[in-house]
């Protein structure tokens, strides 16, 4: 076993003129839970399209499992399971024909394949399915089925795009309680990417990736106490800017305006509260304060909004 089961240097990625990945450089450990987060555009899909050998890479170097993606292709398809983010199950088929196509790809047959089958079915609690067909199921079981098939071969390491997508909050906790059995199970590292927030508090590290560029990385609990105190809030039904060039004359924080709200983080937050009401109460419809989140982070890391990236684009 390598030392690290994915080492990622100076990596760049263009489409013609427009640059999707930009000297991403970082390394996964064995056995990690791994996301790369960021809203639309960040780069997620160009990256997994690299590590899951559907792209080529242009620049920099990548090794998976020890093995270079550039020139041993073979040798790190054998050792990855990847779930893409559309549907790859055949509706029309049964949850164990499904499987069966799945063990046959890899080259397994006989006892040998339907002991794979068993296992990855039982392991991912969808065995008791095997004779429904895969259109019959829930978008959560259906997601478990692709996982089940993904892991057939015993990958060393699992790539996962959006694997929450289209899930209702249930089957999505339910999906992370399955990969976190999987890693527990079977030692393997775990890759995924998401743009949503509260996805990737659930993994070992988080590697935000905004218009390409890898802004942090660290465990989701580093990360939101980089951030630097509370998250400060407050709502006008006045003028947003006129308040936040006002509240600049009272506090020594970076003041922002934001989807027409005015925020700030700062270590004493609530011992501020008092004044500012005193100084500017007439102008101040709400304050909040909040433990700093991921989407704290991402403002602090790119001074822009999270999710307001994310509408632009819907
Ligand atoms: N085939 C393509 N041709 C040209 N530009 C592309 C292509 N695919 C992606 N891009 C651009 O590359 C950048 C990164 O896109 P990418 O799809 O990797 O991001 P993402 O984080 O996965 O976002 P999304 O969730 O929307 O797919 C974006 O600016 C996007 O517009």
């Known amino acids: 076993m390598s030392a690290v089961a994915l080492s990622i240097e100076n990596v760049t990625y263009n489409y013609g003129t427009r640059r999707a990945l930009n000297d991403l450089s970082l390394q996964v450990e064995p056995g990690e839970i791994f996301v790369f987060l960021g809203p639309n555009g960040g780069g997620k899909t160009t ?10 890479l242009q620049a920099g170097k990548v090794d998976v499992l020890g093995f270079d993606l550039a020139t041993q292709r073979d040798q790190v398809r054998r050792r990855i399971g990847v779930v893409f983010q559309s549907p790859s199950l055949d509706k029309k088929l049964t949850v ?8 046959a790809l890899y080259g397994l047959s006989g006892a040998a394949a339907k002991e794979a089958e068993e296992r990855m079915m039982r392991q991912l609690g969808v065995h008791d399915r095997a004779g429904d067909l895969a ?3 829930s978008g959560g079981l259906r997601r478990r089925v692709e996982l089940a098939k993904g892991m057939i071969h015993r990958p060393r390491l699992l790539l996962l795009d959006e694997p929450s997508t289209g899930l209702d909050p249930g089957a999505r906790s339910s999906l992370w309680e399955y990969l976190q059995r999987i890693r527990a199970e079977q030692g393997v590292t775990i890759v995924l990417t998401t743009h949503l927030l509260e996805e990737a508090e659930k993994a070992d590290r988080i590697a935000i990736l905004d218009q390409g560029t890898l802004v942090a990385l660290d ?11 509370d998250s400060v809030t407050i709502t006008t039904r006045g003028d947003a800017e ?11 924080y970076e003041v922002r305006v934001m989807d027409s709200a005015v925020r700030f983080e700062a270590p004493d937050a609530s011992h501020l509260a008092p004044h500012i009401m005193q100084a500017l109460g007439e102008q101040i419809d709400s304050i909040t304060f909040g433990k700093p989140t991921l989407e704290d982070v991402f403002i602090d890391k790119t001074g822009r909004q999270y999710w307001r990236e994310e509408a632009t684009h819907e």
Not at 47 to 56: D, E, G, H, I, Q
Not at 96 to 103: C, G, I, L, T, V
Not at 219 to 224: G, I, Q, R, V
């Open 47 to 56: 990256l997994f399209r690299l590590l899951s050998t559907l792209a080529p």
């Open 219 to 229: 465990t989701p609990t580093a990360l939101k106490s980089s951030v630097g105190g």
């Open 242 to 252: 006129a308040l936040a060039m006002a509240l600049r004359q009272i506090v020594s």
């Open 135 to 137: 259109e019959q199921l």
């Open 96 to 103: 164990a024909e499904n499987m069966r196509q799945q063990s």
